[in-house]
């Protein structure tokens, strides 16, 4: 079921989004964690701010409801809405808590009256683009560490010029959580993006190609992160949508392909499920 369309975002906001996409629900929807924050918006839930996960969860729509979204870089939204990322793991907040009820309904009502999907992936860059101000430092280490997640604290320190505890608070305080954590959550996107990308390869290629040292450091993670194990995750790959890791997004105009989009959609189960409802 290939539920999730990502397209690359517009060349000015190249800096501060990942992808924008539409969707249109079909129940239950899994995730695992991506280090990426996103603006979402349905009808009946309005605009929301889903902030950056630790652990997959899940959410559950009517069957049909329409999905419009964009998907920020890591490190990028706090400067948008003017927030520390770390209070918003693990969270999904109305977007009238951020920006105020009365602007948060003025955009719920222009994506609502939208002439289509185009229209409202639009509105949402539109609000994105009369708030954004330069991202924080971090978000640029953070996008080192997604291109190559074997970066240590030590390099991400000489690259930004930060003592180690400075580097550590500005990153939590972009990202969300600390560069060793967003590393890992890097690498099982990696290892996702080979598995989708390479059917029938064996674990112990694909981990290497993610830079896990081995199967049992793949393992580890997969269950501490995803809640399931390689092989559970190998599995879903197969038979559900996938748009996955952090690599940068396409030239504009071009639909985006997989690596530009969130994490895997529809896994049949989940560590820790929550509703977004």
């Not at 970066?151 to 990202?175: K, W």
């Amino acid at each position: 079921m290939r539920w999730f369309s990502p397209f690359a975002p517009s060349p000015d906001l190249g800096a501060v989004l990942a992808c924008r996409y539409v969707a249109t629900a079909a129940g239950r929807h899994d995730l695992i964690p991506d280090g990426c924050m996103d603006l979402v918006w349905s009808p009946r839930l309005g605009p929301v701010l889903c902030g950056p996960d630790t652990h997959a969860w899940w959410f559950e729509l009517p069957a049909g409801e329409p999905v419009a979204g964009v998907r920020f870089r890591a490190g990028a939204a706090p400067a948008v809405f003017r927030v520390e990322a770390a209070s918003l793991v693990d969270r999904r907040v109305p977007l009238a808590d951020l920006i105020g009820a009365r602007t948060a309904r003025r955009l719920a009502e222009r994506l609502e009256d939208a002439s289509g999907p185009a229209a409202r992936m639009a509105t949402l860059e539109q609000l994105v683009r009369d708030r954004a101000t330069a991202p924080d430092s971090a978000a640029e280490l953070a996008a080192l560490v997604a291109a190559d997640p074997a970066r240590g604290v030590d390099d991400l320190v000489r690259h930004g010029g930060l003592s180690p505890r400075q580097l550590r608070r500005r990153f939590t305080r972009a990202v969300g959580y600390a560069p060793a954590f967003f590393a890992r959550i890097a690498r099982l996107q990696r290892f996702a993006a080979h598995a989708a990308r390479h059917p029938g390869r064996g674990l112990a290629e694909l981990a290497a190609a993610a830079g896990y040292v081995d199967q049992a450091h793949l393992a580890k993670d997969t269950r501490a992160i995803a809640g399931r194990t390689p092989r559970e995750l190998v599995a879903l790959l197969d038979r559900s949508s996938v748009a996955v890791d952090l690599a940068p997004a396409t030239p504009t105009g071009r639909r985006a392909g997989p690596g530009d989009g969130r994490s895997v959609q529809d896994p049949t189960r989940s560590r820790a499920a929550r509703s977004a409802a």
